[in-house]
Every structure is written in C-alpha cells, then in structure tokens.
C-alpha cells in the first residue's frame, strides 16, 4: 500500500521513463496493480486518474477521515497475506510535512495518517519504506513525522503473525 500526493503512474518526467514521478507505470506494466492501495492522491494528469481505475483501492486525503474509507481499507487488506508499505511523505498535507520536494495542500492529517497505520495490525507488514523527506525545506516537523511513522511501522511490523 502507498500514501502520496501522487500517483507516479505518468509515463515520463523531465524527459525520464524511470523516475519517481513514473515507478508505478513501470510496474503496472509488468504487473497487476490491483493489489496496491493507494491514499491520499490529489495531484494528477488525466492520464493517471484513468490509470488509477487498475488500482486495488483508491481513497483520497478529503475521503480518509471518514470511517467508511478506512473500514473498505482494512475490508481490502484482509484478502492480502503479507503487505508492503511505501509512506511518501507528501501523502500528509505541507501543513503537517513541509519538508518534502513537490508539496501539494489539501494532504492528509497526522491522526488520520496513523489511522490507517495502526489498521495494518490486523495485517502481516513484512516490510516498509519512507521516502521524500527533504531536509532543506525542513524546520524539523517532517523529520520529526517521519521518526514517529518509522516507530509505528516498526511497533506494527513486529506484531507479525
Ligand atoms: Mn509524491
């Protein structure tokens, strides 16, 4: 599963077929996307909002607080034995992670971000990754996220089954 402001399922970016804007184009074409949970999108080409119908489960940062989102998430994670987590720190709104390299507003919040972290209890978490945090944009609250998330995941990933 993912949290990103982006989908990254353009084909290119700035002239590159492999770069962060494009991973999940490359891997859509060699693989069913219909495992990924995506959250938290809200900036995209018209191309990558029809792309995004392959995806498993697609809900949106304005989606995310209400209870029924989260309870189609976890609904979407039982069918799955293990699952991986890529946390792109531009998932969360600039408010909460201004140290990442393309901010986008109208992000997720903290809590409701930790929500949907602690719903992978339920799951077996083999392994996850936290990416885009920029230091240079930074005054410490997005590394400060970033540390906490990394401890949450950590805590959930060692309730594995
Ligand atoms: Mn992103």
Redesign the pocket.
């Known amino acids: 599963m993912v949290f990103?402001?982006?989908f990254?399922l353009r084909n290119e970016w700035e002239g590159s077929r492999y770069s962060?804007?494009s991973y999940l184009r490359r891997i859509s074409e060699v693989r069913d996307v219909s495992c990924v949970a995506h959250i938290g999108a809200r900036?995209a080409t018209e191309e990558e909002w029809r792309l995004s119908k392959n995806l498993g489960l697609v809900v949106s940062p304005g989606e995310a607080d209400g209870t029924e989102s989260l309870k189609r998430f976890k609904s979407f994670l039982s069918d799955f034995r293990r699952v991986y987590v890529s946390v792109?720190?531009?998932?969360l709104d600039p408010a909460y992670a201004p140290g990442?390299?393309?901010p986008?507003p109208g992000g997720l919040t903290t809590p409701t971000t930790l929500k949907y972290v602690y719903a992978l209890r339920e799951s077996d978490l083999a392994a996850f990754d936290i990416v885009?945090l920029c230091p240079v944009y930074d005054n410490g609250s997005t590394a400060t996220l970033a540390a906490r998330l990394m401890n949450e995941l950590v805590a959930v990933a060692s309730l594995r089954k």
């Not at 792109?88 to 998932?91: A, F, N, Q, R, T």
């Open positions: 990103d402001a982006h990254d962060h804007a900036a792109d720190l531009d998932g990442v390299g393309t986008e885009e």
